[in-house]
């Protein structure tokens, strides 16, 4: 187990080097001269050849990446080219955001996704486990942004009215600007209050103001829900048919054959044990919603780091691209790591081994 | 291990945190409000010997701090259009002190004499301004007003109807019906005070055949164009000047829509058997020109297939496009402008004048010279002769087709009132109010870069700035004439080169200091001179300085080789 | 996305069992057989052949061309709604269907037949719908099923030599593959077709490229298993050269976990090209790709929903078919499923 861990640690080393690598890359095959973008028709030779000297784009690659390398390990990620923002000023801005649709979406999906898979499996053929897998399939095959759309017709336009209305953009109503936790606490800032200040729905705990909190909450449904449905599909889907796999084992059949009641062979010997790979697929959701945050926060109108990032694409902002990418991928690493590792907990199998 | 894994975590944590960290608290808070009025010192920059050298290639000569509430500009030529240009937000008057503070960028937290004040910035989600008690004017009757944004008119449309917000701008095409019908809702259509054309860059082959230009001016067929893509209130463009700004043509010669000439031209020009142009490049971006790029894309290529023409479309990213267009690449375009400032200078100076950018190729001498005797002659009919002469080559070469004057709204609750659409799209948010409510939520098409308006060109940062920063003069609330503001009062000499403006007493910046001569001089000057430490701004182009009077004192050094 | 990988683990495509030779063809006769029998891959293998049906024959049953704009010729208008003919001729003069016909009528469900029918209604530019949703299944087909077999070509060959070759070979070749997947599959696709220009060329290229680890992990996994087999041993001692274990042995028996793979990773290729196109990224803006399509219309959105439901629901008519063969042929073949 301790050498499954290291291993596993070691060999994310020579990825964690390959993500730098891929960033800068990215960002530098990108058609198009920054200077160009940003100087726009005053880029002349001399005034491009100034600003490239001042973001450093005239050194050899390797002493660009070297740069960047060095500065990414002391925690640099450049400036916004178009904004005038350090990077990570924007990221401690924004990546609070994506977190927070990312995990409710994710929350929506296993807590729906979960139990629909063990009531499809546990009775299989049913009517039920036929409309789970209907469901499933269809809910696999809709795109994000064909469903987002759709959920903003119904909830904004044609529940227009009635209680179930549901603002169609943004992330809190026009003009509320909850005070920072840290503020109301009277305690200094730093970053990671700053961060944590940036999820609306912590946020608005810290500071008990549950109006705030539930219209935060209100604004995260749809795209919470558009985001999720792909992933609880998969998960429904995951859990049925492993709940199935299980149950055709043997020690499942001794226990029935004990005469156990059948909500305890599920409940204890089952479930426990169908709910492995699941874990797995649940940790792999979570770094593929970042994808779907770019079409879900375009469709929505909220400025989370999959919007941040394809505008930084397409307007050539490669410091935005670089340090955006970077951290993302490594969040989808760093989660395979923790799903691998919780996996090796849960799996008796692969303790031994 | 358990130990050894945490640690491992630890770090990685740590790391990720460290990423997030760094850089971010220098937002000081900028001007401190208690800053002592130095006695007024009398400021004046005098740089006449430059005008008509190599090196300078701009219109201003000097500035002058006359007394306290007293400013001169001098000029090297004469500008009819000089009030109309103060007047444009752009040039926007800030304290020399936060100027001097902020290191010439107040990007994040303008100050300014305006009806409102920046409260809050959320990047990314709205702008919060709130009333400047101390204003000078009448006090604004909405204490709140929120700036949000989308770019889909359907998601403007739908907060609006849901009551999230007040006021929207850029309804869409098939969205006026859906608007004018409601009764809780208010349609306001803006005068067009712009021109959408297609281009073409005469220097690449086979577009330096004019016949061919002239021979695409009358294939397009106008009327089907504005029937089917545009909103009410647009117009047939006839010249490059829409309607609304001064030396507008009345009845000038320009293309109709005649397919049989078209291909007689086409055959003069040697394409008897029609011909492939290549590239027809626009960008998808919705403007007030062009409410639907796609669609009259789709619909030019067609109406030129009719007459043996064909066509690629070449959708490009917004940035890169006029990017492309600005440095000569794009052959064929669809592109527009609307007003800045509502004088013809503004429209034909910038694109065909002497120093435009090479957007159409090389230019041609002989418009050059109409539009230099155009821009520097005051007496008003002899003027419109220039420009109606101006019309006359543009028709002839063609390297512009104008094709339409388009009309937009903005729409609002019907209980907003005072609620106007400017044809300069600078509505006035003072000028509004709503009955029982302490805010008004506008939603735009986007967020702006940044607020020091100097150094923005996008209307979306404009109309914040609007609301925050006043310049010597303004343009009247909803229309293009030019009122006092700053400035009670201005005189010019007879030969139009020297300006005199006389400030209103009284008035204070938001962190409490007093407007005085010196801010104005300073406020121009750091954007005039392009060697002064202070000359920094977002990216640091200035484009509407140097539109608006020709160029910078010590210009980055001409291109070599 | 990425998410659709998972189905199939490389675990479980390293356990199917392994064959030689002659029961290859019998084992895909079953497993074909045993995907009909099941009734949701029946419906998935009927939305293909309608799929396919209108592809190949889309100059017949679209009533006018793929560009065709409308306006001039019957003097119609952009977005103009559906018009239906539900009175035709034949049908007898019956006052019970007469009073049918003009509730239909009078609901919006009809238009007299006096008015040209488009089913679907016209876009934007007066253009028929619905002869362009049936253009469309031609690209989206061509286009998700030739991203799907570059990808799976390449992957292979990559899973191939890694696998065979092993050692450090295989292990850098494994970390690259890491680094790929460690990208959100859709970012790193914009940024492909951003670096090479938008055009459904580098559209078709970014979504193939992003999903080769995926197949390169499941053949490699293969080979590592059927390496050991004793008839691959056998092989070896009798002298059989390298390329051909890996064209006799390796190869077929690779074939069962890439089959399943590639039918639902035409599904996700079907996504995320609509995705890029909605983005505007695709291809040529005038063409009738429904991704585009419903990126055209999307702030018709509240005024002519239908503008943006039928791409959409073509889409996901399109994912969804390749999604429940996919699935079907899974549990044909995956023997764990086999009870």
Redesign the interface.
Known sequence: MLRFTVRRLI?SI??LF??L??TFV?AR???GDPCQAALQERATPDACADFNERYGFNDPMIVQFGGYVGDVLSGDLGESIRLRQPVTDLLVERLPVTLQLSLAALLIAVVVGVPLGVLAGTRHGSKTDVAT??GA??G???????LG??L??VFA?QLHGTPFELPPSGQLTAGTIPEPFYEVWGIGENTLFEFISNIDLVNAVLIWRWDIFFDALQHLILPALALAT??MA?IA??TR?SL??VL?LDYVRTARAKGLRERIVIGRHALRNSLL?VV??IG??L??L???A??TE?IFNITGVGKT??DA??GRDYFV?QGF?LV???G??LINLITDIVYTFLDPKVRVS | MRRQRLRWLTLFVAFGLVVAACGGDDDDESGGGDTEEADFEAVAIDESAQCGTEEYAGNLAGIEAVDELTVRFTLCNPDVAFPAKVAFSALGIFSAEQLEETGGAPIDAPIGTGPYKLEAWERGSQIVLTANEDYWGDAPAVPTVVFRWSA???QR??ELQSGSVDGIDNV?T??FP?VADDASLQLLERDPLNVFYLGFNVDKPPFDNEMLRQAIGYAIDRD?LIE??YPEGSQVADQFLPPGINMYEEGAEGFTYDPDRARDLLAQAGFADGVDLGALSYR?EPRPYLP?P??V???I??QLAQVGITV??D?Q?SGAFIDNANTGNLSMYMLGWGADFPDATNFWDFHFGEGASPQFGTGFPDLHEVLADAGSTTDEDERAELYAEANGLLFQHAQALPIAYGGSAVAFKAEVEGAHASPLSNEQFSAMSLEGADQLVWMQNGEPSGLYCADETDGEALRVCEQINESLLAYEVGGTEVVPSLAEDYESNDDLTEWTFTLREGVTFHDGSALDAGDVVESYRIQWDAADPLHVGRDGLFTYFEALFGGFLNPPPPEEG | ????E??L?EQAAAEIPVVTGGRQRGLWRDAFRQTLRKR?AKVGVVILALLLIMAVFAPLIAPYGE?E?L??TEGL???TEPCIHVSVAWIPDVPVLRTVESFLESNGFSCPSDEPQHLMGLD???RDVFSRIVYGARISLVAGIGAVTFAVVIGTVIGLISGFVGGRTDNAVM??M???L???????A??IV??R??GLFNAVLAVSVVTIPVYARVVRSRVLSVREQDFVAADRALGVSNTRILGHRVLPNSLTPLVVQATLGV?TAV?EL??LS???LGG???QAEW?RM?A?E????????HL?FYP?LM???N??AF??IG?GLRDALDP??N?
Do not use: H
């Open positions: 060999s020579p990825v390959g993500i690598l891929a990215i095959v990108i058609p897998i209907v399939n269809l696999v095959s809709i795109p994000v942004f064909v759309l759709i903003q017709y336009k792909i992933p998969v889907r995951m048919s199935l796999d055709g790979p797995t697929i792999l959701s770094g593929t970042v994808g779907g770019i079409l375009t990032l394809f694409i397409s691209v990418t993302v991928a490594i989808f690493v | 889909e008119s359907a449309l739908v869409g098939e969205d859906t089907r089917n893509f998808a639907q796609p669609q894309a789709s619909d290529r067609d690629t479309l959708e990213e | 996305m990425a998410i659709e998972i189905p683990s949701s560009r704009v306006i001039a208008e952009p977005r934007g530019n007066a970390r690259v890491d680094v790929l460690a990208f959100p599959a859709l970012l790193l914009i940024a951003t670096a220009g938008p599904a996504l609509a995705a909605f983005v505007g040529d803006p005038d991704g419903l055209l999307r702030n018709q959105l509240f005024s002519s929903p943006v959409g889409i996901m008519l994912v969804l999604n429940l699935d764990r499923l009870r």
